[in-house]
């Protein structure tokens, strides 16, 4: 019987050849070559069944992979060379089935269309650790999956008055920012509006607070001049009064009675003279001439 997959004797080699040229028995000895570099493996075609019982297809599945080459006599000595049927083909659809029976077309469709790659490449790198330890899934990319014409009509209608409900909210949106900002320029304008009349209100308040103040100053000033001018002229009637007290004396007295006399005299004619004055001295009253009738009545003479 012919033995594959590099089995010579009815047993596969433990060794792998690396790149290059190499001898092998003609006939007997069989090879597989097994890519350890990144590939891609696309799954076509996937049935899936929703739990609503829709039934759609996904057309293609990618999976990129790559195999550490340590691990490849022990991946094919148990999964053949053909590693990937059994451990990405088959369990890409076990694992699919698996999603799409638990969750309902508008789920698998829009709702959680965008976590399936994610989730995939997350359950198939689970098992391939416990299964297949060496084998690496590094992305899985997943097309949108076909649906039925019907359904899929009513969907791009839903999504059509979906755009239609985004537009108008965002129109409403745009309506109610451009208000907001309208709002917003009154308010500050307002807001300028009343701290300019402030300021003004300010301004017109100092401005009576300092012609106060120079009044109040003015007044005081006047006040003050008044008040030594007042002080002044009290302390010279004090002075004048105590020099006249000082000076109004009796002989004072008498002397400024004769000087008003002198200066107010008249010129008499005739052989009688009148006696207008009488010693009032200390001595009493007397009938005869003062001295100083004597003096005018020789002033008198002098002036005939």
Request: net charge negative; charged share 25%; aromatic share 8%.
């Amino acid at each position: 019987y012919l033995i594959t997959e590099q089995r010579q004797g009815g047993a596969l080699l433990t060794s792998t050849s690396g790149p290059g040229f190499h001898l092998m028995l003609p006939f007997i000895t069989t090879y597989k070559a097994v890519q350890t570099t990144l590939q891609t493996d696309e799954v076509k075609n996937v049935p899936c069944g929703t739990s609503g019982g829709v039934m759609i297809y996904f057309d293609r599945i990618e999976v990129v992979n790559y195999l550490i080459p340590s691990a490849v006599y022990d991946i094919v000595r148990n999964f053949t060379a053909d590693y990937d049927k059994a451990l990405i083909f088959n369990k890409v659809h076990h694992e699919l089935n698996q999603f799409c029976s638990v969750h309902s077309l508008q789920e698998v469709y829009i709702g959680l269309f965008d976590q399936i790659d994610e989730n995939l490449k997350l359950t198939l790198q689970e098992d391939l650790t416990s299964m297949a330890p060496g084998l690496i899934i590094q992305a899985v990319r997943v097309t949108k999956p076909n649906i039925p014409e019907s359904i899929r009509r009513n969907y791009e209608l839903m999504e059509s008055e979906k755009t239609k409900l985004l537009i108008s909210q965002q129109t409403q949106k745009v309506v109610e920012k451009e208000a907001e900002t309208e709002r917003i320029k009154a308010v500050i304008e307002a807001e300028k509006v009343a701290q300019v009349a402030e300021i003004k209100y300010g301004q017109k308040v100092m401005e009576k607070e300092t012609e106060k103040k120079i009044s109040e100053i003015e007044d005081d000033a006047f006040l003050a001049r008044q008040k030594a001018k007042a002080d002044a002229e009290f302390y010279t009637a004090q002075r004048a009064a105590e020099a006249n007290k000082l000076k109004l004396t009796p002989e004072y007295l008498q002397l400024m009675k004769y000087q008003a006399i002198a200066a107010n005299s008249k010129i008499y004619f005739g052989n009688d003279i009148p006696q207008m004055f009488v010693d009032s001295g200390p001595a009493g009253a007397s009938s005869k001439p003062s001295a100083a009738m004597d003096i005018v009545g020789e002033q008198i003479l002098d002036i005939d």
